[in-house]
């Protein structure tokens, strides 16, 4: 498959607009510029898509769930079709490793068929009747019944760590899809080619299963101008985002502004923080500590579960951690940052805590000067009080760069986590003698992150009904949902009442006689 | 009970500060203020509830269901023993008649009740389990968990029209409590007397039921002091308003502009569109028109969801509907408006559509020389080609004010359809040779509604698992919640994963056997 740098709107792949800007991926192990170049979207861009995304969703949102199921697995199919073409340019693009890249297509492909089965058992559609009582008095109840509905055109921007699974057909995408909502991804200008072979896998899909045109369009820009155009679009009516604090919090304020504001899934800033409770810490110092950088460097550090942070009592057990921990950030492979930019960020972010009276460097990783964008890995230290004292030592470094802090006491360790913004993971790492401490912290775990881990480490997020990848501001703008797992349609969805309706008139998932088998609370029963 | 104008703040019962400024209610009937006089919460009132609010969460969020629900139905039943000395009040400060306010506390004590049967029932904690794949290659899946938590303090906003039902023990309080976060209301200004009524009845059964102090707390303030210092207090996590769409817009900046963004669910501003479709109108156009007056009357049309817009194909059954619906307005009995505040905005929207060229007058009810706040009921008609081009037409006014829209075709409807705001409700009058068209404008009202009627009329809505009173701004804030039935309480939660969780550790309502014997999803299946 030829890549040809163009946008995908509806079935149609249209160059830019002649004289628009454009851009070229580029590979941050060489620095060179990688064909095509993609011009970017301007307003005649988004017009064009949302309008079409709009003319669709009405027939999108009503053809039965099978038909969007069978469009998710198509889809699918289409990417996995792509094999070492997709996996290649990926890596060209973004330095991450092909094992990598083919775990993430893998579960790319997942995510997508995840969401065709939640559309088959129908669950999520939350379907609850209640009978009529025209006997009751002093006044009859009418019949009513309650279902979910599609909000309308979504718009995803991809991210710049998962080129597949936050991108264009990730997560936000098969939900959205999944919801029966049409979608207008901005791939993201790190991996343009990565972007249009998965945009083409999805279009044919959308062709070949006979789906509404406009159903999935693809559009290359800058964040500042095509993403707040779409942002702004009053047709667009809900916004899936992965990145920077900086760049959620903007299309948030965007959103918000807007005549009809409509809600924002920003997921933005975490620094998972991890609990090494005494008695494990005793018993397994030297193992945690390796274990630790093991989660800390892989992929370079660029997972939104990261372990950023560690807490601690301070003490023997401690320093065996930090130096086992030092010699691993030491030993640890060179890895290739994503972007310029993503390692012009690092390296800001390393050297404000390297010149911070309030922390001392444990270790730093090689130096591997054949690299346009190395990850230099880097462990600090700090004491709770300092922490609790500067909080630029609370924001997100993106990269293999950790924290930590050495506490007093429980109670500090508590202080500690009351002082920390919202986390999408913590972990506590325990044995059973820490059981009574871990109790007590538990409640202050459940107010600050999304989920909740032990004995293991953050990255890797498993995709599946359970999942919570979400968490209060600002790890996420919306603490409501998550963004992976098969609870994630539900950001894309609104409950309608139908109070009264005539029999002939009920759309199948609220008929009588149930014929689609769907789950149902029926006067208040399971 | 004699009232005594005091704050209500964790289990005290406390004077406003010296020289606070104060308030007393007025009966609308005759303009009298009504003693006690109230002073209003300032900043110290703010930080005390606060205070013991946040203390009071992590006990409460963590006490077991039956806890809460007693605690719910103890408030009830308080609530229904004042008997007639909360009706009295509530009459003497509203002008609302005694069966309204009779039935409106039934619902109110309902509603509590209801709730603490969905604590009892569980199912709002959404428990979804997965077992561990200690096998799985090429990774194993650690066991995962997920349950909804509460999300934190609510700030409850009392609305003017509903004293009891939307007010300080009303929905949004209710689930609040029931999710388990503590609660602060802001009483309306209108009805002070009711708010402390019900007010020490909550605050009793909290005490009585051994709550930890802190978990409800009622202030007296104005909407831009004492509401606006609690939507940007950082221990506020959601807030809960009914009234005005310039009052809900204000607190939503509010939340919004904070550095930690939060939840606002406000019920603004509804004109609850009526369509009645050709047959149906030809068949039974003066038994409609009588019905819809009698609608649009009720409660001299204080109700969010009042019928203030009625679209049909022009001709001689909408005359008919017209003229019999005009001998009604003017044959309406006088009533009385909440406050002198509404009155004045009653007259202004009426007189804004009177002196509109776009607009004519059908009917106006009788004017009532006595009251000091009476509601003359208006009755306007226009084009549907006047009624596009002319937005203000567009505006609720609130109070017992309808504009009949004529359109000159089915696709004339759907685009006025088209054209409305976010609405509360949709009704559609019909019998079975308007079905086709119905079915045509069905996907039209649900982008716009969140309840669609057929054959009835939108005032009335009954507290159910069903119920969705809520929709698209600016119905409301926030489309994906309702405000009334039993999924109000999801309003206040948040989802947390548990991630490989110590089975001594975990919640009752984790535990592998499942003592509270809870409904659950467990590895993808109910």
Redesign the interface.
Known sequence: MTLEGHHLIGFASQAGATGAQSIEAINPASGEALAPRYSLAGQAEVEHACRLAEDAF?AY??LPLEARAAFLEAAADNIDALGDTLTERAMAETGLPKARLE?ERGRTCGQLRLFA?VLR?G?YLDV???DALPERT??P??S???QQ?P??PVAVFGASNFPLAFSVAGGDTAAALAAGCPVIVKAHSAHPGTSELVGRAVQQAAQDCGMPEGVFSLLYGSGSELGQALVKDPRIQAVGFTGSRNGGTAL??TA?ARP??I?VYAEMSSINPVLLLPQQLEANAEALGEAFVASLTMGAGQFCTNPGLILALSGPALERFVDRAGEAVREASPQLMLTPGIHAAYQQGVARLDESSDVSLVAKGKATGHLACPCQPHLFRTTATAFMGNDALHDEVFGACALVVECDSAEQIQQVLAAL??QLTATVH?E?AD?AL??RL??LL??R????????WPT?V?V?????H?G???ST??????SVG??AIQRF??????????E??APDSLKADNPLGL?R?V??K?
Do not use: K
């Open positions: 009405l949102r009503r775990g089965e058992s669950d609850r009747v209640e002093p006044m109840r009418p009513l019944a309650q509905v909000l309308g948030l304020r918000q009809q504001p809600p913004e919202g325990l059973e059981y871990a109790d538990l409640p459940e107010r992150a999304g989920r909740i881990l032990f004995n293991g890797g498993e599946c009904h359970s999942m919570v979400g209060p501001w600002p703008s919306d603490s409501r949902t998550t098969s609870a969805l609104r409950p309608v009442c139908y109070q009264a309706m005539p002939a008139l789950p609370q006067n208040g399971r």
